[in-house]
């Protein structure tokens, strides 16, 4: 770990390492007796009693630093060790962990990364109970307070950007095939999911599903691809509202949740997190105004980047649904960016043992500081995919995107009523004479090209059912 190779600020960081875990467990500015506490015993790598400890801070009774050297060892932030006069107090700083070293080189962390990893890895028995905090949401100020710094949005804003202007969703339908593959892939296996990249791309396009796998594992796939479809085709109608979420959830958790009636539905029971010294909010109308505050604040966040992190962090926090609730806010984080033609964030990479600490740090600490680096990493990872998957594709079909809504709707009239050849031929030409008559025979062929091109793993955009889509099929 680089935070702790450079011996000559070695001291400097045990006292900011120190700080930052004092902070993360009192939710508050640190009190300055225990900071000068922390700050003297980083110059005692090997501990110190409390007559160092005095001697280096005159001015503060005996009494007072006892008081504080108990708290501070209560609350873990040092170790204490010996009986009576040899009692040695001790900066407690987690060392690495072998088996994060190679996720360490692939994401550089920052000092709150790595702080808030060095805590959320240690053994959950020594990792304090915690409930939900309700402060850490009521306390941010939408466009006042922010999780991102102004050098970090500017940053990704220069990678993100795409330089379209057009409709909401057009750069995401641009390269919406690469973008299902992607991002159900990378988030379902953020979730365990065993599927590799080449079995979702066959399972997505071809409706193939690997006999090998479960079958909770090839709907897990297909749920992203309905949940990534809808945020695409919808750009224009979504956003952090009620009914943007809730369908996502229904779709990421449909056929997945022992009650029929769960998906898109706010929980109405207690849950756990296994692995994770956190409980979770129990109150159903408290979950539900909490779930509506988190919306209200999100929809006021002006800069896309910032409104997209705190949707990452604050809905998997209160865990609004039964289950599926880090799925839904990874693909609630892309509405941002899709509204907007900004490149999507699919994960691409990332490490799942980064991901989860990076969610225990904000569920037990309420600390963003690994979670951040992991978003800020994926998405300039993502941006840098799309800008060369959009390059080999070439420009988009500008007639297409004029009559997008007219062929859409066309299309699902079409597969909904399920019209064979003849009769949807009639329908087609119908339309077409609304238009002006230099598009009237483009139009046709584009609707009809589009029909011919519909298959098992592509229907979805136009949200006919599979059951609907089958009996236009066998009639088509």
């Known amino acids: 770990m680089a935070f702790w190779r450079d011996n000559e600020n070695h001291a400097i960081f045990r006292i900011f390492g120190a700080i930052l875990k004092y902070c993360a467990i009192m939710k508050k500015e640190v009190k300055p007796i225990a900071g000068k506490i922390l700050a003297i015993l980083a110059r005692f790598p090997e501990g110190a009693g409390i007559e160092d400890i005095s001697l280096n801070s005159p001015d503060t009774p005996r009494r007072t630093l006892q008081r504080w050297l108990e708290k501070l060892a209560t609350e873990g932030i040092i170790d204490v060790s010996g009986k009576a006069r040899a009692t040695i107090y001790k900066l407690a700083i987690a060392e690495a962990k072998p088996e994060n070293a190679v996720a360490s080189a692939l994401i550089p962390l920052s000092l709150p990364g790595e702080f808030v990893r060095s805590r959320v890895t240690a053994p959950i028995q020594g990792r304090t109970l915690v409930g939900y905090n309700r402060a850490f949401l009521e306390s941010y100020q939408p466009n006042i307070d922010s999780y ?242 959009r390059q080999s594709l070439g420009e988009p079909d500008n007639f297409k995107l004029k009559y997008r809504t007219q062929m859409r709707e066309l299309i699902t009239g079409i597969i909904a009523q399920s019209l064979n050849l003849k009769d949807a031929n009639q329908l087609i030409k119908r339309n077409a004479l609304r238009l002006p008559d230099a598009a009237q025979g483009k139009f046709i062929e584009a609707v009809e090209t589009e029909l011919l091109s519909l298959h098992e793993g592509n229907f979805a955009r136009y949200r006919v059912s599979p059951k609907e889509f089958a009996q236009w099929k066998a009639g088509w």
Do not use: C
């Not at 904000?362 to 993502?382: P, T």
């Open 148 to 389: 991102l710094t102004r050098e970090e949005m500017a940053k990704l804003a220069s990678i993100g950007d795409t330089q379209l202007e057009q409709p909401a969703g057009t750069y995401a339908k641009q390269i919406l095939n690469r973008l299902l593959i992607d991002l159900s892939w990378n988030s379902s296996r953020l979730e365990g999911n065993t599927y590799s990249l080449l079995d979702t791309e066959r399972l997505i396009e071809k409706g193939e599903a690997d006999d090998t796998k479960t079958a909770k594992e090839a709907q897990m796939i297909l749920n992203h691809k309905d949940a990534i479809e809808f945020i695409v085709e919808a750009a224009e109608e979504i956003g952090y509202n009620r009914y943007t979420i809730t369908n996502l959830h229904a779709m990421l958790a449909n056929n997945l949740l022992p009650d029929p009636q769960a998906p898109g539905r706010l929980r109405s029971m207690a849950i756990g997190i296994t692995g994770s010294a956190f409980i979770p909010l129990a109150i159903p109308q408290l979950v539900s105004e909490l779930f509506e505050l988190i919306l209200a604040k999100a929809s006021e966040i002006e800069n896309p980047f910032e409104q997209s992190f705190f949707i990452m962090v604050h809905l998997p926090y209160l865990q609004p649904f039964d289950d599926v609730n880090k799925r839904v806010s990874r693909i609630a984080a892309n509405v941002s960016f899709i509204k907007r033609n900004l490149s999507p964030l699919s994960f691409i990479d990332v490490p799942e043992d980064l991901y989860t600490q990076g969610m225990l740090g904000v569920y037990e600490l309420n600390d963003i500081g690994l979670i951040k680096d992991v978003f800020l990493w994926a998405y300039e990872r993502s941006a840098s995919r799309y800008a060369v998957v």
